[in-house]
Every structure is written in structure tokens, then in C-alpha cells.
């Protein structure tokens, strides 16, 4: 206590010291992460002091001189020399000899940093800018870190040891609970044993609110907790024990398996208490690590057993079937489990061994049970099984080193892990991967061929059929593979069928497991509860003994079917979290050993009915039985799908409600009540899945949303459980039937209900339709145009006068169906149609206008020569046409709205002077104008305010006159 009181202060005035550098420490990545708060509060803010000195050493930011700190770190040395005085004082005065063996070098080492501290100060007050001086301060800042972080770890080691001293004390007192066999023996049993589990409990309490890793706490918290919960089974099956031994009644062979059974429990929870106080960082790593870790943790039990079994096989009077026996069955157990995840020839010698060890003892003990055991015969047997369990530690030992050394490259242990090995050598067949991916596709098909044994029925039958099929297509590529045809195109696509139907069968078997679960987890407690029924039943009562042997045996069947449930959904499941994994794995286990002793002590209930004792002790077991499953109930539903569980729960539902409504067509009574139950229980667990998901989401809406989905379905159970009554007890009343109905209807509707809460679609992001294309421009069709060669040739010569002069006479000549017009018959001319704006084209004003509009057509494209110029008309019938066109000008035009037309020729010089001058002929070529378009001028045709058009012929010269009205409907 005093050297945690002078570390604080030590490393108090260190930080006070660095931060007259007055700089600001930012956060540093990387940090070293303390394994006790008291440990991180100490040197977390000096480490990160430390950390930013060396940064700014390293980056040369020094730019002013440094001040003295002569002051500071003399009182840091001060510091440093009591904080070493108080540890030599706890080094002579200790009795932990590893503390008094460890403690000098970490006090040394900061003495030495306090000296380069003191050093650099010296330095710095003679040269502030001295680079020797600041990279002794470093080092000494540096040794201070270092060495109080060891002395930290030092005495922590102290404390846990001392925890450890504790728990082994306690481990040893729990053996000689085979040898209490009396109730003074058992009250002296209980006085001595419970200080130290009280003293045990105190210190790993304290210890788990130390640790920082969440991991080490949980599993401090866990066994604990487990601890707490056995004590009193143990000393109810200590006294069961003695009871009846001591009235040579029956059952003295079940309350022997219940002791031994507690006893090995509590001694197990207290070895990986031991295991977990000794880490300083999280063991919490992947599958082959983790793998790894099971294998150390597994070794270090076995090792901590040995002594225990060594000295029962050195006696020659040990008790058969006692604490000795079963620690050697322990051990041999542990070196099984690392037999099975060790590599070759090591798994082979392992487990041969384990084979070999377990045949000797039962010979030795068949000795023992004739009274041999003295004899030397079955005392050199004793000791060549001592022997052979020595070799057998080391032989274990040397493969997990192996193990650790070579890394582990083998299947992953679950479902989810071997597909994805599988499927990564799919996509890659000719790459040498030692065989692991085709390994695990392999155990994948044999995963789903067991999973199939379970079920029946159609899903059975497609189960084994994708398997076949799988194992066909992984034999054929295989084969390929072999042949060196890896990177075929025949391995290739039969690797993407490979790929396609092993991701069917992984659907398929979480399926087949969601409904394996809906089915068989519809009743966790009902069968305990007969099996107690059947135990407290009267002595006179008929057909006792084989009432409790059926329903002991549909109990102890109904725990190994939930547990091999529970254990499938850990492994194939689809589950990715190790720690759901594992503690799925460790409940099923704990199911399966405590089931046989909730057996067990029914049956001295059932033999001694009126023993108060041996009730409480099958209550006591009972209650511990159902926490159990409850546990493993809450960790398998949340291994799987939550939608995929409810929607089948829904269909189960509906199957018994057709059953119910055969049974009230045919009056079974039984049959009603048997499904109505089911319809019950499943809308049940519907609930408690539909809690444990609002308990686990932070989504307002969500949980909103599901507790009135939730409310409505608990709002609907009693009615048609009620209805359900009085149809059993009347069948033939038709009012109640149409009760029932009604209320079962809303039932379903409930859970459909509860299905749609549960079952959240991920929102999908809009994205807005893509622009249609852009639309290519109008080309004029030039295979239309009639230019006459000649003409364009004189054009381009002599102008543009005889081209526009030669395009109006066309017009005029021509009618629209392309006959000439005669004086009689003059119809009525349409406007000229208005082709959309091309991309090219210019204001009339600009340079490029001349070009585009007046731009000749050259003489050696590629066009149809020219039809012969029809007739020349009279001056009479252009005179109608004139008119005639005029006339649709003005009923078609509204001010304002009319696109200007840029015609740049003059009138044709063949008109009569008494009529007004006729609009100009449309253009081959014309350009248009949008007066709506702000991006053009309406006055961008016109030349200043004169009024006048521009177009080619006043570019040349040629004043066009006004229009008029043309103009006007711009």
C-alpha cells in the first residue's frame, strides 16, 4: 500500500515536470493498453506525456531553448528515492519470495532514469539548446515509464498470486468432501469451507471491477457466479449422501454421482478462474487462434489435475468411483480434446494413448472391486498408469508448441467459416491451398448429410440430394485438378456450379435448422415438471416405478435433443460471433452432465418420498436445470434469423390449426386440447423472441412498432386458449366453435402481424432516371434540293442575286403536288413548314451568317441532276398566288409568338406595281430565330434601328427594304 501510495506521486511530479515544456499532448494511436484501471490510471497520462517528448524530439521542434528544470526534477528525484526506500523495505519484510525476487530491478532501473533526469537538468542550465541534454532527459523520462510500469506489473503479479494462493486453498478443501460421511463431519466441512469462498469471492469481485478487458470480466463474472449457484447443491448432496448412508437406504450410488458431479463442477469454474487471473491481454482472437487458446487452456487444466491423480493411483485403499477417479477420467478427457485439434502423427498418438490409459483403469479397478487392490499386480499396473499419463502430458505439451509454432491452417470449426473456405478455393481451383478449401467443402456436405438424419419428411429428402449432387461436381473438379486442368474452362464453370449449389445447401440447412428449433424449443420446462410429478407420486399409487422411468427417459430424451439442437445452430447456424458460439456450446454441455443427476435425485425422491432433504435437493437441481435452458433458449435465438424464426413459428401455427379444425369436424377432444397448447406455446415464443428483439434495438420506431405488434398477439392467446375449452368441453356447440375460430384467426393475424414488425427492409436509394439523349439535329434532305450546276457555278462567279432570283421563280412556278398552276385553278398555297434550329447556325448579324446562308452549294456533290423548270407563269396567276399566300399568313400569325424568319433575296422583279410587294420565297437554307429565347435579341436581326434586315445583300451593298408586315408579327 505504501509503494501504490509514493507511484502515483512519482509519476504526479514527472508529468508536472514534462509540462512545463507547455506544449499540448494530442491523442496517440497505438497506446499500450493496462490490464487494471489502477495500472492504466497511473501511467496512462504519463506514457502519453512521453510519447508526444519523443515526438518532438524526433522532429527536431525545439525552436526555442529549453527552460531550466533544474527544480522539477530534483523533486522528482526526491520522489524516486522514497519510492525506492518504501520497496526495499517491502522486499525484506515480504514472504513472497517471487516479490522479493523481482522488485530490485525495477527500482534500479528507475533510480537510474531519476540520475538522467538529474543529469540532463545540470546540462540544460549550462546550454538550454544542448541535443545530448534532451535526449537524456528523454531516456530518463522514458526509464521512469518503463521502470514504475514494471514495478506496477510486479506487485499486481503480487496481488494475483495471492488470489491464486486462495483459490487453491479452496480447490483443496473441496476434495475432502468424499470423505465426510457424517453430519458433524459435514457441519466441521461447512464451518472450515466457508471463510475461504467467502475471502475468494470478496477478492474476485474487487479483481473483476480492476480488469479492463471485458472478455477476462465476463468470464470472472460467469464462473463465479456458476460457483454461488453449486454451493448450496453441494452441501444438499453432501447431506443426501450421508442420510443414506447412514440409514443403508436407497440411492447411495445416485447421491454419490450428485457429490462428485457438484464437486467437479465448482473445481472446473475455479481452474479458469486461476486461467483467466493470469492474462494480461484479451485472448479473444479468430477461429484458429482460438482454437489455439482451447488447446493451451486445456493443457494447463490437465496439468493442474495431475497431482490430484497421481497421488489416488499411489494409493492402494483409494475409493473406486471417488474425486481420484474421476480427476484421472479429467485428465485423460483433456488430452482427448487437444488430441482432436492437433495436427498429425500427434493426433494419432493422442488419442491411441487416451484409448489405451482408459482400458487400464477400468482393469485396475475391477481389481479393486475384488479386493486386489493391495496385491502387486494391480500396484504395478497403478504405477505404469502413472506413467503413461506423465508421457502423456508431455506428449500433449509438445503438440500444442507444435501447434503454435507452425500456425494452424485447418477447417474451420463452423459452418459459415467452411463455406467461405470452400468458396475461396472455388474461385481459385488450380492454386495450391494444401487441400483445406476442398477439405472444407467436404465437411460442409457431411455437415448437411447429418443435419438431414435429423428432419424428415421433404426437406430430409432435398437435404441429401443437394448433397450428392455437391459431391458429384466437388469429384469431378477434383479430378480435374489432379489432371493439372485447374484453369480449364471445365473446372471453371463447374466451380461456379460448385459455387451456386453450396451456397443453396448453406440456405437450406439454416432453413432446416430455424425450423428444427420452432419445433423442438415449443416447450422447454414441461418435461422436468413431470418427471417431478412422477417422482412425488403416492406409494400406493399404480404402475409408480414405470411411469418414472418413462417419463425420466422422454426428460433426459427431450434435454439431449435441445442440446443437439443448440449445438447444431452454434455450428451451422450461420452464427459468426465466437462468443455466442462458445456459450452456446458451454450451456449444452452443462445440460447434458447436469440432466443425468436432475435424474438421479428424482429417483431417491421416488425412493424415499418423505425425505425433506432429498426434495430440497432435487429442487435445488431442478431450479438449476431450467436456469440452464432458459440461458440456452435466449443464446439460440439469438443465433439465428429472428423473421426466419417467427415466419415459421407462423406456419407451425397454421399446421396446428388445421389439426384443431379436424379434430372439431371429428369431435377428438384430445387432439384439440394437444393443438390448441401448441398454437400457445408457439405464439409464446413469438413473444419472448418478439422482447428480446425490442431489448436489444436502439431504434425508437422499430420497437415502437414491434411492442404493438407484441400487445396485440399477448391480447389474443387466452381468448383462444378459452375458446379452446369450451369446445373440449362441449364439441358439438357450433356458437363455440365459431368462437374459437374467430379468435384463432386473430391469433394468426397477430403473429403475421409480429412478422411484418420483425422483418425490416433496408431502405433502397433513389436515383433519378438518367436525361434522355440529346436529339441529333434536323439535316436538311439535300436528295430534295433542285440546284442546277450552271446556275450554281454562276452564282458562285456573279453573286447571289441570280440564285435567290432563280429560287423565287421555282416556287412560284410550282404547286404543291408538284403540277403547274394555271390561271384557272390556283390552289391555295400552306406556309412554309418551320424546321427546328440547327446546332450550327448564327445570328444574321455575326460573320458566320454569311457563310451559312449564303454559302453556294459546290457543283460536285454527289446529287440527282435537277427535274426541267416548268413554265413560266403569268403575271396574273403570281398575282393569286400572292395573294393567296398573304391571306394564310395573317389567319395563322399572332403577335408575339411568331418565330422571325431571316429571308434575305428580294421580291422578284416580274410583279405589277399596283399590288404590294409579295413576300419572299423561303430559302433552301433558312435561319430562324426564337423571340422567346433570352439568350438571342429580338433585335439581333435588325441593323441598329434603321429597321432593316441584315441578310447577305446588304452585307454586299443592297438595301433590302422593311417588310412590313412581316415584320410586324415577330
Given at each position: ?76 528525484s526526491?520522489?524516486v ?63 521512469i ?80 457466479s ?43 469454474d ?96 475391477d481389481?479393486k ?85 435429423t ?120 452464427c ?15 445440460i ?55 415466419m ?70 387466452s ?39 420483425v ?33 450554281a ?74 427535274p ?51 413576300p ?13 429565347d ?27 427594304p422593311?417588310?412590313g408586315?412581316v415584320?410586324?408579327?415577330?
Amino acid at each position: 500500500k505504501r509503494l501504490y501510495e509514493f507511484i502515483p506521486t512519482v509519476c504526479g511530479v514527472l508529468i508536472s515536470h514534462i509540462s512545463t515544456f507547455n506544449f499540448r499532448a494530442p491523442a496517440i494511436e497505438n497506446m499500450p493498453v493496462f490490464h487494471t484501471k489502477t495500472i492504466e490510471s497511473i501511467l496512462d497520462p504519463v506514457a502519453q506525456q512521453v510519447s508526444q517528448l519523443v515526438i518532438l524530439h524526433e522532429e527536431g521542434e525545439d525552436g526555442k531553448a529549453m527552460p531550466d528544470l533544474l527544480r522539477p526534477v530534483l523533486a522528482v528525484s526526491a520522489a524516486v528515492q522514497n519510492l525506492v526506500r518504501v520497496g526495499q523495505d517491502t522486499a525484506d519484510t515480504t514472504h513472497d519470495k517471487v516479490l522479493k525476487e523481482h522488485i530490485p530491478a525495477p527500482l534500479h532501473q528507475v533510480e537510474q532514469a531519476a540520475h538522467l533526469l538529474t543529469d540532463a537538468a545540470t546540462m540544460l542550465k549550462e546550454d538550454p539548446y544542448s541535443s545530448a541534454a534532451r535526449k537524456k532527459l528523454i531516456d530518463g523520462a522514458r526509464g521512469i515509464l518503463s521502470g514504475t510500469s514494471s514495478l506496477l506489473l510486479v506487485f499486481d503479479e503480487a496481488e494475483v498470486r495471492k488470489i491464486i494462493r486462495i483459490c487453491k486453498s479452496v480447490l483443496e478443501y473441496l476434495a475432502i468432501a468424499e470423505v465426510v460421511e457424517s453430519i458433524e463431519d459435514l457441519a466441521v466441512f461447512v464451518k472450515n469451507l466457508t471463510p475461504g469462498m467467502t475471502n475468494m469471492a470478496k477478492l474476485i469481485d474487487g479483481r473483476e471491477k480492476e480488469l479492463t478487458h471485458q472478455q477476462h470480466r465476463d468470464l470472472l463474472v460467469s464462473c463465479m457466479s456458476d460457483i454461488k449457484n453449486l454451493t448450496p447443491v453441494l452441501m444438499s448432496s453432501i447431506k443426501i449422501f450421508v442420510q443414506t448412508k447412514q440409514t443403508n437406504g436407497f440411492g447411495l450410488h445416485e447421491a454419490v454421482q450428485n457429490r462428485n458431479y457438484v464437486v467437479k463442477k465448482m473445481c472446473e469454474d475455479i481452474h479458469e478462474i486461476i486461467r483467466v487471473l493470469q492474462l494480461t491481454t484479451s485472448d479473444e482472437t479468430g477461429w484458429d487462434e482460438g482454437d489455439l487458446n482451447m488447446m493451451k487452456k486445456t493443457s494447463a487444466l490437465m496439468s493442474s489435475r495431475l497431482d490430484q491423480a497421481s497421488n489416488w493411483l499411489s494409493n492402494p485403499g483409494g475409493e473406486v468411483g471417488g474425486m481420484g477417479e474421476l480427476t484421472c477420467r479429467q485428465v485423460i478427457d483433456d488430452a482427448a480434446k487437444v488430441g482432436q485439434l492437433s495436427m498429425e502423427p500427434f493426433r494419432s498418438q493422442i488419442l491411441g494413448d487416451c484409448d489405451d490409459l482408459i482400458k487400464m483403469i477400468d482393469d485396475m479397478l475391477d481389481m479393486k472391486r475384488k479386493g486386489l487392490g493391495s496385491t502387486p499386480q494391480c500396484q504395478n499396473l497403478a504405477k505404469e498408469i502413472q506413467d503413461r499419463m506423465t508421457k502423456l502430458h508431455t506428449l500433449v505439451d509438445t503438440s500444442v508448441s507444435r501447434q503454435a509454432a507452425n500456425g494452424m491452417a485447418r477447417p474451420a470449426p463452423v459452418m459459415s467459416g467452411k463455406v467461405e473456405q470452400a468458396q475461396k478455393w472455388l474461385r481459385a481451383p488450380w492454386l495450391n491451398d494444401r487441400g483445406l478449401g476442398q477439405q472444407a467443402l467436404r465437411l460442409a456436405i457431411a455437415e448437411g448429410r447429418r443435419i438431414a438424419d435429423t428432419r424428415s419428411g421433404p426437406r430430409r429428402g432435398e437435404l441429401i440430394k443437394q448433397c450428392e449432387v455437391l459431391e458429384s461436381l466437388t469429384n469431378q473438379l477434383a479430378d480435374l485438378v489432379a489432371r493439372g486442368m485447374g484453369q480449364s474452362p471445365q473446372a471453371q464453370a463447374l466451380a461456379a456450379r460448385l459455387s451456386d449449389k453450396l451456397n443453396r445447401l448453406h440456405e437450406a440447412i439454416q432453413m432446416t435448422l430455424v425450423d428444427q428449433v420452432a419445433e423442438d424449443f415449443i416447450d422447454t420446462t414441461t418435461p422436468v415438471k413431470q418427471l417431478a410429478a412422477s417422482a412425488a407420486a403416492p406409494i400406493n399409487a399404480p404402475n409408480r416405478d414405470a411411469e418414472f422411468n418413462s417419463k425420466a427417459s422422454f426428460f433426459e430424451q427431450h434435454a439431449n435433443r435441445l442440446a443437439g439442437t443448440a449445438e447444431r445452430v452454434a455450428t451451422s447456424g450461420g452464427c459468426n460471433n465466437r462468443r455466442t458460439i462458445d456459450d452456446i456450446t458451454g450451456t449444452s454441455s452443462k445440460i447434458r452432465d447436469l440432466t443425468p443427476q436432475v435424474i438421479s435425485s428424482a429417483r431417491i425422491v421416488l425412493q424415499s418420498p418423505d425425505n425433506p432433504v432429498a426434495k430440497e435437493h432435487f429442487e435445488l437441481l431442478k431450479k438449476e436445470w431450467i436456469s440452464n435452458i432458459d440461458k440456452l433458449t435466449a443464446l439460440v435465438d439469438a443465433a439465428i434469423d429472428t423473421p426466419s424464426f417467427v415466419m415459421a413459428s407462423e406456419e407451425a401455427i397454421k399446421k396446428d390449426s388445421a389439426m384443431c379444425d379436424v379434430a372439431i369436424k371429428s369431435q377428438k377432444t384430445q387432439d384439440l386440447v394437444t393443438g390448441a397448447s401448441n398454437i400457445a406455446r408457439r405464439a409464446n415464443r413469438v413473444l419472448m423472441v418478439a422482447n428480446q428483439e425490442v431489448e436489444n434495438s436502439e431504434d425508437p420506431k422499430y420497437c415502437q412498432s414491434l411492442n404493438i405488434a407484441s400487445s396485440e398477439l399477448a391480447s389474443t392467446i387466452s381468448p383462444m386458449v378459452l375458446s379452446a375449452k369450451d369446445v373440449a368441453s362441449n364439441p358439438v356447440d357450433s356458437k363455440a366453435q365459431g368462437h374459437f375460430y374467430d379468435n384463432n384467426h386473430m391469433l394468426i393475424h397477430a403473429v403475421g402481424s409480429v412478422r411484418e414488425a420483425v422483418t425490416v427492409t433496408p431502405p433502397q436509394e433513389y436515383f433519378p432516371p438518367p436525361p434522355p439523349p440529346p436529339q441529333a439535329p434536323d439535316v436538311p434532305d439535300f436528295a430534295k434540293l433542285r440546284l442546277d450546276a450552271s446556275r450554281a457555278a454562276a452564282n458562285k462567279e456573279g453573286g447571289g442575286p441570280q440564285q435567290q432570283q432563280y429560287q423565287a421563280e421555282e416556287m412560284m412556278k410550282t404547286s404543291v403536288g408538284g403540277r403547274p398552276m394555271t390561271e384557272s385553278a390556283a390552289p391555295s398555297i400552306p406556309p412554309p413548314p418551320v424546321p427546328p434550329l440547327p446546332t450550327n447556325t448564327y445570328p444574321a448579324s455575326s460573320p458566320q451568317s454569311a457563310t451559312l446562308i449564303d454559302r453556294p452549294m459546290s457543283a460536285d456533290l454527289s446529287l440527282p441532276p435537277p427535274p426541267p423548270p416548268p413554265p413560266a407563269p403569268s403575271d396574273h396567276d403570281l398575282h393569286r398566288v400572292y395573294e393567296s399566300h398573304m391571306t394564310h399568313i395573317h389567319q395563322h400569325s399572332s403577335p408575339g409568338q411568331h418565330d422571325i424568319v431571316v429571308c434575305g433575296p428580294p421580291p422578284p422583279p416580274g410583279l405589277r406595281q399596283d399590288y404590294p410587294a409579295p413576300p419572299p420565297p423561303v430559302p433552301p437554307q433558312p435561319t430562324y430565330y426564337s423571340s422567346t429565347d433570352p439568350a438571342r435579341s429580338p433585335r439581333s436581326p435588325l441593323d441598329g434601328d434603321s429597321g432593316r434586315f441584315v441578310d447577305a445583300a446588304s452585307k454586299s451593298g443592297q438595301a433590302v427594304p422593311d417588310r412590313g408586315a412581316v415584320g410586324s408579327h415577330r
